[in-house]
């Protein structure tokens, strides 16, 4: 059961906390009946996700056993059976399905959504570069609007196109790590190169932030105040990248003091934006 949990990585559901933009941004904050099947949507999307990576681990275990830190992983080093792993994670994916579709029906397509590119990402699409980072942004877009239509609500494109954007500067600041530490794991890394992955890096930091301020004067002038935590926020992001090698794991961002504080002043301006009058 412990090899299980492992390759489920629960540490990565972080980023289906994506799916909370849609009560925060459409002035449902503070509506306590949507929080319940939030909370649901939540639940069943890291059900959705987590057996993903138990198919990508199947599918890479000769590639993962020659990695110097993937080989650890249970399927790769041996401590989980394909034939175990395989049948435990389809049951979870067929629950978390079914769980989509008792929410709501338009939640449970976006969760069919999900699973399709994700699936094909892991099959096929994985191998390119530009798409693999595309197809990543895409699934970061679904989670977004899984969250919306569990509640029943919308929220600006600017806001979903900022979603995609941060997804770009996430997947090009990792792979810009894995080519500066000679990591082979991945077939579409011989289609990058580390000044490729930066100019890519660069480019998306430049559209988020350029979208972030539209999407804050498009809503809210008054979330411009909001800006510098923005740019703050993803300048850190680059700077960890480029000093201390944060992109191999993102999630690791999430232990960064700085970074930390600066979410939570981020997310306690911004409520207080929206939903104290403004300022």
């Known amino acids: 059961m412990r090899s299980v949990i492992i390759s489920l990585r629960p540490h990565q559901w972080y980023k289906n906390l994506i799916l909370f933009l849609g009560i925060i941004f ?18 069943a999307f890291c059900l959705l996700s987590g057996p993903l990576y138990i198919f990508n681990d199947v599918k890479d275990i000769e590639r993962d056993r020659l990695h110097p830190k993937k080989r650890y992983r249970p399927i790769a080093a041996g401590d989980l059976s394909p034939s175990l792993a395989v049948p435990t994670a389809a049951v979870l994916i067929i629950g978390a399905i079914v769980t989509g579709f008792v929410i709501n029906p338009t939640f449970g397509a976006l ?11 892991t099959a096929y699409l994985k191998n ?7 197809v990543i942004g895409v699934g970061f877009v679904i989670r977004a609007a899984a969250g919306c239509a569990a509640i029943d609500v919308r929220i600006s494109s600017w806001l979903i196109l900022c979603v995609f954007l941060i997804a ?3 997947t090009f600041g990792k792979r810009r790590q894995e080519l500066l530490t ?17 100019n890519f890096l660069n480019l998306s930091v430049s559209l988020l932030l350029m979208s972030y301020a539209l999407y804050s004067v498009s809503v809210n002038e008054s979330l411009l105040l909001t800006l510098p935590f923005a ?19 993102c999630e690791q961002i999430l232990v960064d003091r700085p970074s930390i504080i600066n ?17």
């Open 168 to 170: 770009l500067v996430l």
């Open 263 to 279: 979410l939570i002043l981020w997310i306690g301006l911004t409520v207080l934006i929206l939903y104290g009058g403004g300022l």
């Open 26 to 43: 459409s002035g449902n904050f503070l509506n306590p009946g949507l929080w319940g099947t939030l909370l649901l949507a939540f639940s």
């Open 111 to 121: 969760c069919l959504a999900y699973l399709l590119i994700s699936s094909s990402y």
């Open 231 to 249: 740019l703050f926020g993803v300048f850190r992001y680059v700077q960890l990248v480029h000093l201390d090698n944060f992109g191999g794991n």
């Open 182 to 198: 000679a990591n082979n794991s991945r077939a579409c890394l011989t289609d990058y190169s580390v000044p490729m992955s930066e």
């Open 128 to 134: 390119y570069a530009i798409v693999d980072a595309i």
